[in-house]
């Protein structure tokens, strides 16, 4: 089962994946570092100290990994993954709190302004229900990496458990920041 870790850049993802990785021993996909080790990209945007990724490349070697792994826990974290998995777990920060999570990783201001107002209008969200058949939302502002492991568990348990009852708490649309968008 391969399951999508996104959302915006300083949410979380890769910490609460190298968390799963220790405690579930779950394979988890870092698309991102794939990516750049791989040459998985078409050019590098220098302005925005990125690189723009060949999706079809990154399919293709998607494949490659998880053939005959389909029964697994594979975890794709990754900005990108709902562009990839049919399962996905965003995670969301309140803006502000995300600001200064950017700006401690030297992001230039544009590229904090840019993520921010991703965060503030449901970007990765709004792509999720286009690309994805199931979509969850945690809001991880106020939890530690562990509480919010958890969290992506309890998730990944009731996709497992083949439950019928909806899993409320995770609902996506219920995290609202759009009163923050200047």
């Known amino acids: 089962m391969l399951i999508g ?62 053939i005959g792994r389909e029964n697994e826990v594979i975890i794709l ?11 996905v777990i965003i995670l969301r920060v309140y803006p502000p709190i995300l600001k200064m999570r950017l700006k401690a990783r030297g992001y230039p201001e544009e590229k904090v302004r840019e993520n921010i107002e991703a965060e503030a209008l449901d970007v990765i969200l709004v792509e999720a229900f286009e690309w994805c058949k199931k979509v969850f939302e945690i809001d991880t502002t106020e939890k530690s990496i562990e509480e919010t492991g958890q969290d992506v568990e309890k998730i990944i348990d009731y996709l497992l458990s083949d439950n019928e009852e909806e899993l409320s708490e995770y609902e996506p649309g219920s995290i609202d920041w759009i009163d923050l968008v200047p």
């Open 5 to 66: 870790l996104t959302g915006t850049p300083g949410t979380g993802k890769t910490s609460v994946g190298k968390f799963l990785e220790r405690k579930r021993h779950w394979k988890v996909i870092h698309l991102n570092d794939l990516i750049k080790e791989e040459h998985l990209y078409t050019e590098i945007d220098e302005e925005r100290d990125a690189v723009i990724a060949d999706m079809q490349l990154i399919r293709k070697r998607l494949d490659e990994i998880i």
């Open 77 to 87: 974290e990754s900005h990108l993954a709902h562009y990839i998995a049919d399962i």
